[in-house]
T-cell receptor
């Protein structure tokens, strides 16, 4: 039974560029949440998708956007990258609450 | 004030020691409480849920004091493999996100 799969595992981008991160939820899970974890910090909630709609959003600017597809997979897009966007981006899937399963993350470095 | 605050750490302890982590949360509406473990450069993994009556899982004991909005984790007989960052996590009811503390790093030394 595959858990949460995230791609790519590592990514290096230049300031001002755009990036798309991908997440496939655990089988049977219909909700996907995205978190940003800067070095030395706890994960911070970005947003949550359910039934292809953004259901909740944390305190992140509009440069951060997302999408959920009919198969429940999800994408996180970040536009106009800043050095401060360098972080580990974690995807967590769930079905009901609390039952969160985290993917191993995408490590984004902005140079 | 941060929603979830933890001991800053790091904690460096010898094998076999008992170590306690403390956490406070600001949102009195929080309904669910957890301790997650995160190994270096890996994803967080659920260590245990925390219940009002307190609960134990082997060498790990978690306590919750709703009146004081305080959560604790006690690790007895520390092992080298316990070295990790321990994240205190709270959640409101319903479809609300997990709220993480900054984490406390533990190093168990031989």
């Amino acid at each position: 039974d595959a858990g949460v799969t995230q791609s790519p595992t590592h990514l290096i981008k230049t300031r001002g560029q755009q990036v798309t991160l991908r997440c496939s939820p655990k089988s049977g899970h219909d909700t996907v949440s995205w978190y940003q974890q800067a070095l030395g910090q706890g994960p911070q909630f970005i947003f949550q998708y359910y039934e292809e709609e953004e259901r909740q959003r944390g305190n992140f600017p509009d440069r951060f956007s997302g999408h959920q597809f009919p198969n429940y997979s999800s994408e996180l897009n970040v536009n106009a990258l800043l050095l401060g966007d360098s972080a580990l981006y974690l995807c967590a899937s769930s079905f009901g609450t609390p039952g969160y399963t985290f993917g191993s993350g995408t490590r984004l470095t902005v140079v | 004030r941060k929603e979830v605050e933890q001991d800053p750490g790091p904690f460096n302890v010898p094998e076999g020691a008992t170590v306690a982590f403390n956490c406070t949360y600001s949102n009195s509406a929080s309904q669910s409480f957890f301790w997650y473990r995160q190994d270096c450069r890996k994803e967080p993994k659920l260590l245990m849920s925390v219940y009002s009556s307190g609960n134990e899982d082997g060498r790990f004991t978690a306590q919750l004091n709703r009146a004081s909005q305080y959560i604790s984790l006690l690790i007895r007989d520390s092992k080298l493999s316990d070295s990790a960052t321990y994240l205190c996590v709270v959640k409101d009811s319903g479809n609300t996100p997990l709220v993480f503390g900054k984490g406390t790093r533990l190093s168990v030394i031989a």
